[in-house]
């Protein structure tokens, strides 16, 4: 019985890292919207854990996606598309947002942080259903945001994706298409802003909880590495897949399946939210 149940743990890891590779291939989104429902998932059926699962599918989520935006902008930078002038001036900004991300992180409970990735995610998903309301209100200036803009943009870019576990790639790929970039470069750059983020928000949720005991086996701080290695692993080999995808299918039918599927997925942590108040 042992071994079933290790065999169908792993192949749900599996199963969550090829979602995430391709999704991240078909949208630039790092995979993260796939993997942290995914593992909560996961880490619902192990017997021995905290109420903080959320915290360590998001620790986990983040670190997955260093490997997957790496990759990606490797693969972009063979092609000349990716705008290193961008992600240098980002980066700073980028790095402030994560950490006070984290430490937003660090004294939310996990009712909390459940209910902001909740939210978070059915926001992502109303843009995927309706992008023409974004387009209504988008920047006046066709021009990349500098100073105060820039700053406040970029650093709020930052604190989200580090406590939703995502990568940046939508607000990225929103603000420098409507800036007029192209929309391969806007992708490309995307990965390098999502290694920035993956980087600084999973050593944040390492060390916030790396004094939280009777968490999954594998995991420090608020990572776990068998499922990171996992999901890493066939994230990699299946993200050409939706790259390919991305460019054959229909984008506005692709969109509208990704944003119903956020709208679920953010239905379920509004319930799990609910839940976990009778857990804790």
């Not at 997957?68 to 490797?74: L, Q």
């Not at 603000?175 to 999973?202: D, F, K, N």
Request: hydrophobic content about 55%; overall charge positive.
């Amino acid at each position: 019985y042992l071994q079933m149940e290790i065999f169908g743990l792993i192949v749900l890891l599996m199963t969550a890292g090829a979602v995430a590779g391709v999704t991240a291939g078909l949208f630039g989104n790092g995979g993260g919207f796939a993997i942290v429902p995914a593992l909560v998932l996961l880490f619902s059926f192990v017997k021995d854990q905290s109420g903080n699962l959320i915290f360590l599918a998001v620790g986990t989520s983040l670190a997955c996606i260093i490997f997957s935006s790496a990759r990606a902008m490797f693969a972009h930078h063979q092609k000349g598309a990716v705008d290193f002038q961008v992600i240098k001036t980002w980066a700073p900004w980028l790095i402030l947002g994560c950490c006070f991300g984290t430490y937003i992180a660090s004294f939310t409970d996990a009712k909390g942080l459940y209910l902001i990735f909740a939210w978070g995610v059915l926001l992502y998903g109303i843009y995927f259903l309706y992008p023409q309301i974004l387009e209504k209100v988008a920047l006046k200036k066709r021009s990349m945001p500098s100073g105060f803009a820039r700053a406040s943009l970029v650093s709020c870019l930052g604190g989200i994706s580090s406590l939703l576990g995502i990568a940046g790639g939508t607000v990225t790929v929103i603000t420098m298409s409507v800036c007029q970039r192209p929309i391969y470069e806007a992708v490309a750059t995307a990965s390098g802003v999502g290694l920035i983020i993956g980087s600084v928000g999973a050593l944040g949720f390492l060390l916030i909880g790396i004094n939280e005991t009777n968490l999954p086996f594998g995991s420090i701080g608020y990572i776990n590495f068998p499922a990171l290695l996992i999901i890493s692993i066939l994230s990699v080999l299946t993200a050409p897949y939706g790259v390919r995808w991305a460019h054959s299918l229909d984008e506005s039918k692709l969109k509208k399946f990704f944003g119903f599927y956020l709208l679920l997925v953010s239905a379920g942590m509004f319930f799990k939210a609910n839940l976990t108040v009778a857990e804790i």
